[in-house]
């Protein structure tokens, strides 16, 4: 069974530009979750869908951060404009229901100049 | 955001060495995990606790939910040179996962 996709790997940018990732969830999995992770801390969750819909965004920074989560399969989110904070790694998870094993991406590092 | 309390941030340790960490919350959590994370991969899951007491195994590892709910302890028993990596505790309270800060570990041969 494929595990959580995530693409870009890698992503460099300079400050005030757009960037996006996206994330495809373990098939079947209808709840996806998009965490940040700063250097040397763990993950804290940004937003969580149950399939389409965002449950629980009080963690995203709506000025500047958005996702969206169309089909209720893949998903994106998009930082614009980016800002030198921002770097960290982008991480997404799946889990079949919420509030049972959350599986990880390999996620996206971003890196702010 | 919250993180939990994971102790010792670092450990440097011998292959054969056993291994101890632990993660203290100030709110009650109704499931404790731990997670393993590796350089470039995110995080994967070694043990799951439902029960406040519960002591469960997955090989060499062993980790316990703590009587009061607020904190969990990891063990590893006869490290080896796999086992390096970043260790996360979290708290699962409704259906948000709050992480601990990580305990880094090394093992040296």
């Known amino acids: 069974e494929a595990g959580v996709v995530q693409s870009p790997r890698y992503k460099i940018i300079e400050k005030k530009q757009p960037v996006a990732f996206w994330c495809n969830p373990i098939?079947?999995?209808?709840?996806l979750y998009w965490y940040l992770q700063n250097l040397g801390q763990g993950p804290e969750l940004l937003i969580r869908?149950?399939?389409?819909?965002?449950?629980?965004d009080s963690q995203l920074p709506k000025d500047r951060f958005s996702a969206e989560r169309l089909k209720g399969v893949d998903s994106t989110l998009k930082i614009q404009p980016a800002e030198l904070g921002d770097s960290a790694v982008y991480l997404c998870?799946?889990?079949?229901?919420?509030?049972?094993?959350?599986?990880f991406g390999p996620g996206t590092r971003l890196t702010v100049l | 955001g919250q993180q939990l309390n994971q102790s010792p941030q670092s450990m440097f340790i011998q292959e054969g060495e056993d291994v101890s960490m632990n993660c203290t919350s100030s709110?009650?959590?109704?499931?404790w995990l731990w997670y393993k994370q590796e350089p470039g991969e995110g995080p994967v899951l070694l043990i799951a606790?439902?029960?406040?007491?519960e002591l469960t195994s997955n090989g060499r590892l062993t980790a316990q939910f703590g009587i009061t709910r607020k904190d969990s302890f990891l063990n590893i028993s006869a490290s080896i040179p796999s086992d390096v990596g970043i260790y996360f505790c979290?708290?699962?309270?409704?259906?948000?996962?709050?992480f601990g800060t990580g305990t880094r570990l090394q093992v040296f041969p």
């Open positions: 998870a799946s889990s079949p229901t919420p509030g049972v094993e959350q599986f």
């Open positions: 606790l439902y029960k406040a007491g």
């Open positions: 709110s009650i959590f109704n499931t």
């Open positions: 098939s079947g999995h209808n709840t």
């Open positions: 869908y149950e399939n389409e819909e965002a449950v629980d």
């Open positions: 979290a708290g699962q309270g409704t259906d948000k996962l709050i």
